[in-house]
């Protein structure tokens, strides 16, 4: 993917960057000297999840990018709005919105506390409309614009549902939002979602699944590659799609995935919200 396109003096807002697949996003965008927010709300290394948004803006700017960390729970608007504001007026404006952040709770009905359904509509759904509610004022004077949501595209399908209702009620809720705000903005602002065919290896998966399963997905690269690729197109061409990731790099010409293998070889585990 060497094709010129690049986020070079761009300023990127994204949510849960202090780890996994939105860390990945920011140092890709970092390898072209973009600016980069980091907004999540780890200050303390967690035991089992290495990263802060500190290590994470270390990094950034270990990169090439400039960062700016933030420590923000999306749940809390006034948070949000500070935190969109402090961005804008660091780095004079914001070309992209990455809602990333996200809580997952893979369990039935019955096994899913009322705090736990909270907690996930709370950061998914409603964490993904204010980000993209207070970054739009922002986003519609930028040159070329994106919000890129990492959620499954929308499929109601009762088998996406029965094991884990609660969650994927909570990530179809940010899946909503692109399929609203890309209508609403058409023609002004990119707005899409982006999904991986395979289970994505990072520290909350190994958790989640145990180091057994691990072997089985790929790297947060391959989202990080995609979705610099769909960040660099043309907004107003591109919107109201749900990417996944592999298709998005088939596009690109990159067709061998196996450098994105945690371990090359080894089978991989498809998502949960894919055939």
């Known amino acids: 993917m060497s094709d010129g396109r690049t986020l070079k003096g761009k300023t990127l807002f994204i949510t849960g960057a202090s780890r996994g697949i939105g860390k990945a996003i920011a140092l890709r965008a970092a390898r072209d ?7 999540a709300k780890t200050s303390e290394p967690h035991p089992k999840l290495p990263g802060t948004v500190f290590s994470a803006a270390d990094e950034v700017e270990a990169a090439g990018g400039k960062a700016l960390p933030i420590l923000c729970d999306i749940r809390d608007d006034a948070q949000v709005a ?22 997952i709770s893979l369990t039935g009905t019955l096994e899913t506390p009322l705090k736990r359904w909270d907690l996930m509509m709370g950061v998914n759904g409603r964490g993904t409309f204010a980000c993209s509610q207070a970054c739009l004022p922002h ?40 399929l609203g705000m890309a209508a609403e903005f058409r023609g002004k602002v990119g707005v899409n979602s982006l999904w991986p065919r395979t289970i994505i290896g990072t520290a ?40 996944i990731d592999d298709e998005v790099l088939a596009e690109e010409g990159v067709t061998d995935l196996e450098p994105y293998a945690v ?10 919200f894919l055939d």
């Open 204 to 243: 909350a998966i190994a958790m989640l699944k145990g180091a057994a399963e691990f072997d089985n997905c790929r790297k947060p690269d391959i989202l990080a590659d995609a979705a610099h690729a769909i960040l660099t197109r043309d907004a107003k061409a591109t919107s109201g799609n749900f990417f």
């Open 139 to 178: 986003l519609l004077k930028a040159s070329n614009p994106h919000i890129l949501t990492l959620s499954p595209p929308l499929n109601l399908n009762p088998r996406w549902f029965q094991h884990h209702t609660a969650y994927t009620i909570a990530k179809y809720a940010m899946s909503l939002c692109t």
């Open 33 to 39: 000297g973009a600016n980069v927010a980091i907004a």
């Open 263 to 272: 371990k090359p070889g080894a089978p991989l585990a498809p998502d949960i």
């Open 82 to 103: 500070e935190a969109v504001a402090r961005t804008a007026e660091a780095f004079g404006g914001i070309d992209i919105l990455v809602n990333n952040a996200s809580a």
